[in-house]
C-alpha cells in the first residue's frame, strides 16, 4: 500500500473511533437510582429478588447503573413503596399491586386475586396474553410503569388461633390479609386487617388479629408465626400465584437510554425467574420442619372454598359495574384462565395428579 493511501486509511479510522467513543459513552452514562421495597431484609427470598436484581443491572452495565436498595421502612413504610416512586421520593419500588387496591381495585388483577391464575399461568398471561399493556394503562395513571420481578407461587391460606371447619367460624374472626382479597372474606364475616410482613407476629401474639397469611412455609416459620397460632390451612385460594413488581418512575423510565431501558426488562425478567426457582426450593423443607415442629395442617373445607368463590364471585360483579378498568381486566384474565385450565386439566393436571399419588413408588 503506498504511503499516502495507508495515512488516509489509519486517519480515516481515528476520525471513526473518535466519533464511536462518545457516542458509546453517551448510551452508557453512569446513573444512581434508589429502590425501597415493601419487604424487611430479613425474608431473604422476597426481598431477595429485589437484591438480585439491582445486582444484575450493575453487573449488565459493568457497575454504570447503579440502584441501591432500601428494606421497608429505611426510606418510607413498605405498605407506600409505590407512593415514593409515583411522586419520585426514589426512582423504584419492589411491590405488589394488590397492596393499592385503595387507589383502584383494578391493581389487584395484576398481581393475585382469589381464584386467578397460578404462577405460570400469570406469567403467561402478563407477558405473551396483553396483561402487561392492561397493567400499564393503569399504572401510566399513576406516574410508573411496572414489570414483573418474583413470584411466590401458590401461597397458603395462613395461621389460625382455631380451626375452621365452616364458614360460621370465619364469623368476627380479625385476620391479617392483603388486597382485595380482604373484601371477599369480608362477605363470609372476617374482619380483614391490611398489615405490613414485619409486623404481622407482634399483632398475632398480642391476639390484636385471630388469624394471618403471609407467603407460604419458608417465609413464614422465618417470621416465626409457628409460635403463635397452631392451625395452618391451605390453599391461599386468593393467591394462586402472585406477581412482584419492579416499579418504574415514568419521567425517569422514560429518560433512560434505550439500552439502559433493555437492561431493566431483562434484568426484572431474570429476578422473576429467580424467584420463583427460590421458593420452590425452600418451601418443602421448611414445611417438613413446621410439621415436625407440631403445626397442624389443614384444608380449607369444600364449604369455605365454595362460599368464599360465590363471594368472590359477587364482588368482580359489583366493581365490574361502577369502574370500567377492573371490568376489563378482571373479563380478560378469566377468558384467559378459562382457556388455560382447558388445557392443564388434559395435560399438567393429569399428569401432576398422578405424580403426586405414585411419588412413594419410584
Known amino acids: 500500500m503506498k504511503r499516502r493511501d495507508f495515512l488516509k486509511v489509519t486517519a480515516a479510522g481515528a476520525a471513526a473511533t473518535a466519533v464511536a467513543s462518545p457516542a458509546i459513552a453517551q448510551s452508557s452514562p453512569e446513573i444512581k437510582w434508589r429502590m425501597t421495597s415493601s419487604f424487611p431484609k430479613s425474608l431473604d427470598t422476597i426481598y431477595g429478588g429485589a437484591d438480585y436484581f439491582v445486582k444484575q443491572v450493575a ?20 405498605l407506600q413503596a409505590l407512593d415514593a416512586t409515583s411522586n419520585n421520593t426514589v426512582e423504584m419500588s419492589h411491590t405488589v399491586a394488590y397492596y393499592y387496591v385503595g387507589k383502584d381495585p383494578t391493581f389487584a388483577i395484576f398481581a393475585s ?9 400469570q406469567n403467561s398471561w402478563l407477558s405473551q396474553g396483553g396483561g402487561n399493556e392492561l397493567a400499564n394503562e393503569l399504572f401510566k395513571k399513576h406516574n410508573v410503569i411496572g414489570f414483573a420481578c418474583g ?42 386487617q391490611q398489615i405490613a410482613g414485619g409486623d404481622i407476629y407482634p399483632a398475632l401474639e398480642k391476639g390484636t388479629i385471630d388469624a394471618a397469611e403471609w407467603v407460604g412455609p419458608y417465609d413464614d ?16 385460594f ?25 437492561v431493566i426488562a431483562n434484568a426484572t425478567a431474570n429476578a422473576n425467574s429467580w424467584m420463583a426457582a427460590r421458593y420452590d426450593m425452600q418451601n418443602p423443607a421448611a414445611l417438613k420442619r413446621l410439621v415436625a415442629g407440631g403445626t397442624q395442617l ?26 370500567a378498568d377492573f371490568k376489563k381486566a378482571i373479563d380478560a384474565m378469566q377468558a384467559y384462565r378459562s382457556d388455560q385450565y382447558l388445557w392443564w386439566q388434559v ?6 395428579s398422578f405424580m403426586i399419588r405414585s411419588r412413594t413408588r419410584g
Open 59 to 78: 453487573e449488565m452495565t459493568d457497575n454504570k447503573f447503579q440502584i441501591q436498595l432500601f428494606a421497608a421502612g429505611e426510606i418510607v413504610p413498605g
Open 113 to 121: 386475586v382469589p381464584f386467578g391464575l397460578n404462577a405460570r399461568q
Open 151 to 192: 413470584n411466590t407461587g401458590t401461597q397458603m391460606g395462613g395461621w389460625f388461633r382455631k380451626e375452621i371447619k365452616t364458614v360460621a367460624d370465619l364469623s368476627g374472626l380479625k385476620m391479617r390479609i392483603g388486597g382485595i382479597a380482604g373484601q371477599v372474606l369480608q362477605k363470609v364475616g372476617v374482619v380483614p
Open 221 to 236: 416459620e422465618k417470621l416465626g408465626f409457628q409460635k403463635v397460632a397452631k392451625y395452618y390451612y391451605y390453599p391461599g
Open 238 to 262: 386468593w393467591e394462586g400465584g402472585p406477581t412482584v413488581h419492579a416499579f418504574c418512575n415514568l419521567e425517569k423510565w422514560n429518560s433512560l437510554p434505550k439500552n439502559y431501558q433493555a
Open 298 to 323: 389443614r384444608p380449607f373445607t369444600n364449604e369455605v372454598l365454595e362460599a368464599c368463590l360465590k363471594a368472590t364471585n359477587e364482588l368482580w360483579g359489583e366493581l365490574s359495574g361502577k369502574n
Open 347 to 352: 395435560a399438567e393436571y393429569t399428569y401432576d
